[in-house]
């Protein structure tokens, strides 16, 4: 059984810096708000994660389909992150069947802050969570 620390992930070398960012914030901060790790990352990270969440196919949420070594690496690291997420968010026991509800949350978090970038939409950042997402994200584009 391999048990994940957050400076086993800082020590890890190969890592895409979004990793990195959310594994020290995390653990200079001891916790990391999931909108506040999209507001730190810069446009070129939120494209690294765009093309790494296009790479994997998300038939149902439950099962993952990777086609390359790539897309396979990139489920890894998308995984690693939603981990590192959910600690920032409080949550430490996280199972196989969370584990898909928190990448199919990841997952539209990136689209939506992507479109966000593209000035489509305006977000309530604080109400990102991987964990609860009983809250409204999106607002209309100029409303307060």
């Known amino acids: 059984m391999k ?18 960012k959310a594994a020290f914030e995390l653990k200079v901060g001891g916790y990391l708000p999931t909108g506040e790790f999209f507001e730190k990352l ?3 990270e939120l494209q ?3 093309e790494c969440a296009k ?10 389909e ?3 070594r790539e897309a396979e690496e990139n489920l890894e690291f998308l995984s690693l992150l939603c981990f590192i997420l959910a600690v920032g968010e409080g949550e430490v026991d996280i199972t196989p069947d969370m584990l898909s ?7 539209i978090f990136i689209s939506i802050e992507y479109m966000y970038r ?12 991987l964990i609860d997402g009983s ?3 999106i607002k209309a584009k100029g409303s307060k």
């Open 3 to 20: 048990i994940l620390s957050i400076d086993k992930i800082l020590s890890t070398k190969g890592l895409p810096s979004w990793i990195y």
């Open 42 to 44: 810069d446009d070129v």
């Open 48 to 50: 690294h994660l765009r």
């Open 55 to 64: 790479n994997i196919s998300t038939k149902d949420f439950f099962s993952f």
């Open 66 to 68: 990777t086609m390359s």
């Open 101 to 107: 509800t928190l990448l199919e949350s990841l997952f």
């Open 118 to 129: 593209q000035s489509e939409i305006d977000v309530m950042r604080e109400n990102y969570s």
């Open 135 to 137: 809250k409204s994200v």
